[in-house]
């Protein structure tokens, strides 16, 4: 049975929502979007909720109308302007040897247990990077592995606490819900990253209109996470003040005629600010160095938060490049001078099924992530903002036909996402049985002690 998600991009230069279906094969198909240009939003921080919230709702309104759906749950993007991360280790005992999703959730939360979290942050992502098994390392998996002892190395995004309310402010103003929260460099991420490039290490660099990230993977999860509060919309302001013409038109030369490489000598005939009737002659080339010179400082500085990651000999895949400031030409092979001797690609979003044009490029890629976050294509596991264990594994349990939901996992409440049995409802640490009518005398006995063996188990 498909389920509808609707994902909200929440950027400095516009917002955008999607709604789309997931079927039970976890395929996503495109059902209407919505675009509206964002207010009260500057270099990805929210500065006023009542305009902000506006923009969300008209990009929602857009979207719904097209879809004809009026969802209200919604997987939601935050900047990283409002983010840092750290690293935390945990090691569990295995009493019953066998490593099940359990133990991992509970290795995790070891983890962080143990991590360093300022009083006015709270987290955003809890994910694992290295599992060790005994004395095994660089285990892939350790779900269904024997063992008696595990251990994992984990990197956990954390956000400003004020930060986050105010982005659910945002949205409940705009009479919606918050399901999920996902920091906007890790959804671009899953929209734009192959399986192969997150095994043998990526960065992805997402050049946006107002602000810029670099996200380094390896070992199929992040690893580190840096924030930089420049981007295409600079350009823009730079292309105004150098040849003192009005920003739209600037915004429109820096589309037309933006290019890293190829040196045009043409004449632009260009309006003043604030004097329509004369206008200006400006060569091509001041353009063109203009563009070459904001790139070149933002590309700088994102290599100087590379090196300073430590894990620029491990990106045996290169960088992906990705974010609406990759559109300006040959920002490829600029791009490569900068980082040389490693290889260097533009990202763009998985194709999805009835995807709309004006969501193919790659200043979309966050939104389009947070659908992929939505059907289960996040890391293999994590907890989210919500304190629940992601995953996609299905087990059976003692009785031998009583499946573990996959999806989530709550450890309060585990009931909710069908760990237990329907015949019971859990109530955090006491087992309520509702219904065991339609079991004669010999199966309800025969089910009861089986049953009690399995909780033992589980406690």
Known sequence: MSKAILAIDIGSMAVKAVIAEVDEFGDIKVLGHGIARSQGVKKGIITNIDQASK??????????????????????????????NTNSIGIVNIPQKDITVKEINRVMETALYNADIPKDYEVLHVL???????????????????ATRMEVETHIIIAQKSSLSNVRKAIVSAG?????????????????????????????????????????????????????????????????????????????????????????????????????ENKNS?????????????????????????????????IGAGIVLTGGMTKLKHMREFAQSIFPGIAVRIGLPLPLKGLADDLKGPESATVVGLLLYKAGKHTQYEIDNKKRLLHQKEEQDSLGDIRLGSGSVSHTDEAEHGVVDSTTVRDKDQIVFTDLAGFDDESRGDFLTKLKNWIKQLF
């Open 176 to 276: 919606l819900e918050v399901e999920s929260i996902v920091l906007d460099s890790y959804a671009s991420s899953i929209a734009t990253l192959s399986n192969d490039e997150k095994i043998l290490g990526v960065a992805v660099i997402d050049m946006g209109g107002q602000t810029s990230t670099l996200s380094v993977f390896k070992g199929n999860s992040i690893r580190y996470n840096a924030f930089l509060p420049v981007g295409s919309d600079h350009i823009t302001n730079d292309i105004s003040i150098a040849l003192h013409t009005p920003l739209n038109v600037a915004e429109s030369v820096k589309k037309s005629y933006g290019d890293l490489i190829e040196i045009n000598d043409d004449i632009l005939e260009l309006p003043i600010i604030g004097d329509e």
């Open 55 to 84: 923009s969300i709702r008209q990009a929602v309104s857009d979207a719904r109308r097209i879809a004809g759906n009026n969802i209200t749950q919604a997987v939601v993007s935050i900047s990283s302007a409002y983010t840092k």
């Open 128 to 146: 694992p990077y290295n599992f060790k098994v005994d004395d095994q390392s660089n285990i892939e998996d350790p779900y269904n592995m024997n």
């Open 282 to 314: 400006v060569p091509l080339r001041v353009v063109h160095d203009v563009i070459v010179a904001r790139v070149e400082e933002s590309l700088l500085i994102l290599s100087k938060y590379l090196d300073k990651s430590g894990l620029k000999s491990n």
